[in-house]
């Protein structure tokens, strides 16, 4: 749901020309958003709670894990398949929203930046695709499509590194599964299609 509000929202500030009340009902939505979270008896604010205390919290093993994994890498890693914290399960469920950390522990924080910049790159790329659409309904298609992207690998970094409460969203391309690879596949191929009538310097 995240995710779709964000596609929308973006969308929306890309066409409206009312820039400064759309900032302003975004910013008011993530502040009560924010407050629910800290107030509502719920397991979202478990899941704020585990945040603020993975050390001490009975089910922040996972975040702690994966922390360890991240830390252990060094700037190099441990090598491709070398993971520690991987083969004997310490991180559950590491081939699916905990891939990251596993790449940070076997290559290192080398491997973490060039997998961000490949991100970055592809995120810019979409960019110039959206900008230089000449039809307006292709060019929101990129953009929705690109904030989809971007916002899940946000998330699911964010996630990993325990900057934001954990949630389930995947690495695009990385993380193992059927549907979530299956719609990023479609969106990618939609975009290439948009792409093939346009020329980008």
């Not at 991180?91 to 891939?99: K, R």
């Amino acid at each position: 749901a995240l995710v779709v509000c964000s596609m929308i929202g973006v969308m929306l500030f890309v066409v409206s020309p009312k820039m400064k009340e759309l900032i302003f009902t975004a910013g008011g939505g993530m502040l009560l958003l924010f407050v629910y979270l800290l107030t509502a008896n719920s397991y979202r604010n478990e899941r704020v709670q585990i945040w603020l205390h993975p050390e001490s919290h009975k089910k922040g093993f996972q975040t702690m894990q994966a922390l360890y994994a991240i830390g252990s890498g060094g700037i190099f890693g441990k090598g491709f398949g070398n993971s520690v914290q991987k083969k004997p399960g310490f991180i559950p469920e590491s081939h699916n929203d905990m891939i990251f950390s596993i790449i940070c522990e076997e290559l290192g924080l080398f491997g973490a930046v060039c997998l961000i910049l490949v991100f970055v790159a592809l995120i810019f790329r979409m960019l110039l695709i959206a900008l230089n659409t000449e039809d307006l309904f292709g060019s929101l298609v990129v953009i929705g499509f690109m904030t989809h992207i971007a916002i899940q690998v946000f998330i699911n970094i964010a996630v990993v590194t325990n900057t934001i409460p954990p949630t389930g969203i995947p690495l695009p391309f990385i993380s193992y599964g059927g549907t979530s690879i299956l719609v990023v596949m479609i969106e990618m191929g939609i975009v290439l299609s948009i792409s093939k009538k346009i020329h980008i310097r």
